[in-house]
C-alpha cells in the first residue's frame, strides 16, 4: 500500500483532501479526487488525503505502485490535516473539509476549493424526502449555506465543472465581494479566481472492444446478446427520476419484450450515505408493475472503480433521467462521462449541461422531464434501430477525447505552476469584514438618511466622482 498513514517528512506541491471515501468502491467526489492525484503528480509531489472509514484492507492492491502518496484521517483529529498542511505550498478542497477541518483556514498554503458539486443546491432537493418539517429543511439549508459562504471567503483559486457554473459561482463570490476593483486590477478575466475543470474520464487504449463480452463472472444479471440493455450507471439520487423510466420501460414493453433495464447500484460506497428514498420508490414501483428481476433490475452492492467496464461494455444506451428543478441547470451528471468512455449512445432528460452536449453533436437522444409517452417513444427508438446507435457510438468515440483527464485539468494545471513560480497576479481571501461592509452599512450614517431625500443622491451623482466619493466618506 502506498504508505498509508505516515505523515510525508518533507511537505507536498499539492495537498488534496477528498471529502469521500476513496477506494477500490467509491463515487465522483472520490473518483474526482483520486484522478485529480494521479493527473497532478505527473507534475507535482501529491498527498491524497482520504477518510479513515473508506472501504479499504490491509494490503489492498489498489493502492500499489502510487505515483502519489496516501493517507487517511479520522473526522474528530485534525492534526494530520494541519501537519501536512503546513508542509504543503497547496491545498485543494471540496465538500464540507473546511467545516470539518477549520484549522485550514489558518494555514499559509494556497487554497484550492473544488466546487463541481454544488451541494447547497443538491441539498435542498435531498433532504424534501428525508426532512417532514419544513423549519429543519430551512435550519439544515442555512447551515449550508454558511458552509458554502465560508468556502468562498477562505478559497483562492476554485474549481467548477462546466460555464454554467462558472457563473453561478462568480454571482456568489461578488456577492461576498470577492470580486472588487482591485481583483480586477490584478486579473480581468478572474483566471487566477476560478477555473472550469470538468470531471473527466480515462480513455482506454486501443480500439473499442467488438460486441459485447459474454460469460463475465462480475456480471450476474439474465441479459441476452439479442436483448437491448438499458444501464443506469450509478446511484439513484433523490434529484433524478427513475420512476418516469420505469414507467416508460413498462409501456415500451408492449411493443418490443427484447428491453432490459439495470440500475447499477441502489446504495452508495460511503457508509456514512443512508439509502436514498428514491431508490426504495424505484424497486416497488418495479416489483408493482411485475418488472424486476425480468426486465428491471437492481444492483444492490456498489461496483468496483476497476469492475465497472464489465457493466458498461454489455450495455447497448447509457440512461440519466431526472426532473427539472433550480439544480438541474447548474448540474453535471458525472455517469454520462461513464458512458462516453465506453462508447453508449445517451438517453438523457433535458436541462442540464450534458444534455445539451448530446443535442449538440447528436450523440443519443434527450426528452422533456417526466413524458413517460415522449421517453417511451425514445427508447423504443433507440432499441429498435441498431444503424443508429452505432452512428451515435461513432460521435461518441470522438467526442470523449475532450474530457480526458489530463485534457480538462489544464487549467489547473496552469495555476499550480505559477503558485510554484509564484507568480499570480494577486492573492487576497475574503474577510468577514468585507463581507459585513457590504451586507451590513451602518444603520445610523448621516448619507443613510439624507439619500432618502430625491434631491441628494441625483447631486451626489452629477459631481464628479473623486469629489462625489470623498464627499460621502465625510458624511459617513
Not at 107 to 122: G, N, Q, S
Not at 168 to 181: D, E, Q, T, Y
Not at 222 to 245: H, K, Q, R, Y
Request: glycine residues 6%; charged residues 30%.
Amino acid at each position: 500500500m502506498a504508505r498509508q498513514n505516515k505523515t510525508p517528512l518533507d511537505g507536498c506541491d499539492v495537498f488534496i483532501i477528498s471529502d469521500d471515501v476513496v477506494g477500490n468502491k467509491m463515487a465522483g467526489p472520490g473518483i474526482r479526487a483520486w484522478e485529480l492525484s494521479r493527473v497532478l503528480s505527473k507534475e507535482f509531489k501529491v498527498v491524497l488525503g482520504i477518510p479513515d472509514y473508506s472501504p479499504t484492507r490491509k494490503g489492498d492492491p489498489f493502492f500499489d505502485g502510487l505515483p502519489f502518496e496516501v493517507v487517511r484521517y479520522a473526522i474528530d483529529d485534525s492534526r494530520l490535516i494541519q501537519t501536512i498542511g503546513e508542509r504543503s505550498r497547496m491545498i485543494l478542497i471540496q465538500g464540507y473539509i473546511l467545516s470539518k477541518f477549520p484549522v485550514i483556514k489558518e494555514l499559509d498554503a494556497v487554497l484550492i476549493v473544488d466546487l463541481y458539486v454544488p451541494f447547497v443546491l443538491e441539498n435542498m432537493f435531498v433532504h424534501k424526502r428525508k426532512v417532514v418539517s419544513l423549519d429543519d429543511r430551512e435550519f439544515i439549508h442555512r447551515n449550508d449555506l454558511r458552509v458554502y459562504h465560508e468556502l468562498l471567503l477562505a478559497g483562492d483559486h476554485f474549481l467548477c465543472a462546466n460555464n454554467r457554473q462558472k457563473d453561478f459561482f462568480l454571482g456568489s463570490l461578488l456577492a461576498l465581494n470577492r470580486i472588487h476593483p482591485g481583483a480586477l486590477d490584478l486579473c480581468p478575466s478572474l483566471d487566477d479566481l476560478v477555473s472550469v475543470v470538468p470531471f473527466g474520464l480515462t480513455l482506454e487504449k486501443g480500439n473499442p472492444p467488438a460486441g459485447r463480452p459474454q460469460g463475465d463472472r462480475a456480471f450476474p444479471f439474465p441479459i441476452a446478446e439479442d436483448d437491448v440493455f438499458f444501464l443506469w450507471g450509478g446511484v439513484i439520487s433523490n434529484w433524478f427520476d427513475p420512476l418516469t423510466l420505469i414507467k416508460a420501460m413498462n409501456l415500451a414493453l408492449d411493443k418490443n419484450r427484447r428491453l432490459k433495464l439495470l440500475f447499477l447500484s441502489t446504495g452508495h460506497p460511503n457508509p456514512l450515505l443512508a439509502e436514498f428514498d428514491m431508490a426504495r420508490e424505484a424497486v416497488k414501483l418495479a416489483e408493482n408493475l411485475g418488472l424486476k428481476d425480468n426486465h428491471v433490475f437492481f444492483n444492490r452492492d456498489w461496483v468496483s472503480y476497476e469492475d465497472r467496464g464489465a457493466f458498461f461494455r454489455r450495455a447497448d444506451v447509457g440512461v440519466s433521467i431526472h426532473r427539472t428543478n433550480f439544480e438541474t441547470y447548474f448540474a453535471s451528471r458525472t455517469r454520462i462521462l461513464d458512458y462516453l468512455k465506453y462508447d453508449l449512445p445517451v438517453l438523457c432528460t433535458k436541462g442540464d449541461f450534458f444534455a445539451d452536449l448530446v443535442e449538440k453533436n447528436v450523440l443519443g437522444l434527450t426528452v422533456p422531464a417526466e413524458d413517460v409517452e415522449k421517453l417511451s417513444s425514445a427508447i423504443l427508438k433507440l432499441a429498435g434501430d441498431r444503424t443508429l446507435r452505432e452512428e451515435m457510438k461513432a460521435r461518441v468515440w470522438v467526442a470523449k477525447n475532450d474530457f480526458a483527464w489530463e485534457k480538462v485539468t489544464q487549467p489547473l494545471l496552469r495555476y499550480c505552476h505559477k503558485v510554484m513560480r509564484e507568480s499570480l497576479t494577486g492573492r487576497r481571501r475574503g474577510a468577514r469584514g468585507d463581507f459585513f461592509s457590504v451586507f451590513q452599512p451602518r444603520q445610523n450614517g448621516l448619507v443613510r438618511r439624507l439619500v432618502k431625500r430625491r434631491f441628494l443622491w441625483p447631486f451626489l451623482q452629477k459631481l464628479p466622482s473623486r469629489v462625489s466619493i470623498k464627499l460621502k466618506r465625510l458624511l459617513k
